[in-house]
């Protein structure tokens, strides 16, 4: 295995790492304003965060392994 290419791997997985928290963070943050300001919308609201989390985290997982690929070959 090429060290350059685990070094490239390991900033990848930082980068996406970092990605999805400032991700997370931010739809976290916006359905808790959107809440406050409606809170007869919470479940709306609720539902729609947890869906666009599971997708954010399904993208952050194949990125991952997209990474974990390039080092194994």
Request: charged share 10%; glycine share 12%; hydrophobic share 65%.
């Amino acid at each position: 295995m090429d060290s350059l290419s685990i070094f490239g791997a390991a900033i990848g997985v930082a980068i996406i790492v970092l990605g999805v928290a400032m991700g997370m963070g931010k739809i976290g943050k916006a359905a808790m304003e959107a809440i406050g300001r409606q809170p007869e919308a919470a479940g709306k609201v609720q539902t729609a965060m947890i869906i666009i989390s599971a997708l954010i985290e399904g993208v952050a997982l194949f990125a991952v392994v997209v990474c974990l690929l390039v080092v194994v070959k």
